[in-house]
């Protein structure tokens, strides 16, 4: 029997329901690879904002147990959801990869002019041989297959190979405190394992409400980049509860999943350019205050952002053992505080030291 309509939920109780959910009320005690399943993969556009993730969600997180992982091969970085570089876990990266597939390949479809006569089969085909011989380069996937192809577009012929193959980006990349060029191979390659079905998009469905919710099917949609998700919410109703926001849209959620009360306390949270807390709903307004909408962006690059109390309140640069924090309101000398702790643990564990945080404007 579908579960009835339940009560509004306020901004402030959305707030601290998603926090509660993202490890951001306070530190978890869990491991790295665990926090990676759970939160569904970190945005991995750039090297370091995982490793900022993690500190910013567990307890006693130290950036090398998430660089072993990559270099053993239990997380990988790749395109998944939103045609963005995602760090998954081995199993989400071959469950949540045809998931995707579909947009992967509508994607293609964009840059069909510049594919006029070529064979995506044998495209797909040429490009699997040649990263499966070694990892290669963007560049060099660009050139072997213009000899192939001489009168396509060369972005287009790089685009369809990442988006037909699964790639991942191979160690030393992204392995904290190293360096290296960005090179591909395919994810079978990497770590022996095969795509599969997995849990299929019921399963994925239930565990983004577990790391995003309360929600609903377009704050899906938004996350994974997808469409049409209304059927699988639709078939799942029997096994969640719903809600309703102060607009009245429909929001699901698992029954037992954690809902604080909305004057719980948030402490102070520095997060990294990209973060997904605040990209995988439609409505943001349960992180970002309407007045500050848009300004953790700078043109179509995301800044680092402060949390404060919840919500963003700010945002942050680092340079030079300094991290400078420009608030978007007045604030109380007590949280001020609370601030430059949080600031100095970071520097702490993630910096080259102790450092200092100081308050002021942040270009960009």
Request: charged share 25%; with cysteine; aromatic share 6%.
């Amino acid at each position: 029997m579908a579960s009835p309509a339940r009560s509004v939920l306020g901004v402030r109780a959305l707030n601290r329901a998603t926090l509660a959910r993202q490890l951001l009320l306070g530190r978890a005690a869990m491991p790295a690879g665990g926090a990676v399943a759970h939160l569904l993969g970190l945005q991995a556009q750039n090297v370091k904002p995982p490793y900022y993730q993690l500190h910013a969600r567990l307890a006693g997180f130290r950036p090398e147990e998430l660089g072993r992982l990559m270099e053993e091969r239990q997380v990988v970085r790749m395109v998944t959801m939103r045609s963005t570089i995602h760090a998954h876990t081995v199993q989400d990266a071959l469950t949540l990869r045809p998931l995707v597939q579909g947009a992967r390949d509508r994607e293609v479809g964009y840059f069909r002019k510049g594919l006029a006569g070529v064979d995506l089969g044998a495209l797909a085909g040429r490009a699997r041989g040649f990263v499966e011989e070694e990892p290669r380069t963007m560049g060099e996937i660009r050139e072997e297959l213009l000899r192939q192809w001489p009168g396509a577009d060369p972005q287009a012929l790089a685009v369809a190979a990442r988006c037909l193959l699964p790639l991942v980006q191979v160690t030393p990349r992204g392995v904290w405190g190293r360096g290296g060029q960005v090179r591909l191979t395919t994810l079978e390659r990497w770590t022996g394992e095969r795509e599969r079905e997995g849990e299929g998009m019921d399963g994925v469905v239930l565990r983004y409400l577990a790391a995003f919710g309360p929600a609903s099917v377009k704050d899906m949609q938004t996350w994974a980049g997808l469409t049409r998700l209304r059927g699988v919410f639709e078939g799942l109703r029997p096994r969640l509860v719903t809600f309703r926001d102060e607009n009245g849209v429909e929001l699901f959620d698992l029954p037992d999943a954690p809902r604080p009360d909305p004057g719980t306390p948030a402490p102070p949270r520095f997060l990294p350019e990209f973060d997904n807390l605040l990209l995988s709903h439609a409505d943001r307004a349960r992180v970002v205050p309407p007045e500050f909408k848009g300004r953790n962006t700078s043109g179509n690059q995301s800044r680092c952002v402060l949390m404060a109390d919840g919500f963003l309140g700010g945002v942050w640069a680092a340079a030079g053992g300094v991290v400078t924090v420009e608030l978007f309101r007045e604030t109380a000398a007590a949280v001020k505080e609370e601030i430059v702790a949080e600031g100095e643990a970071m520097l702490a564990a993630l910096g080259d030291g102790p450092g200092k945080v100081r308050f002021g404007s942040v270009r960009g």
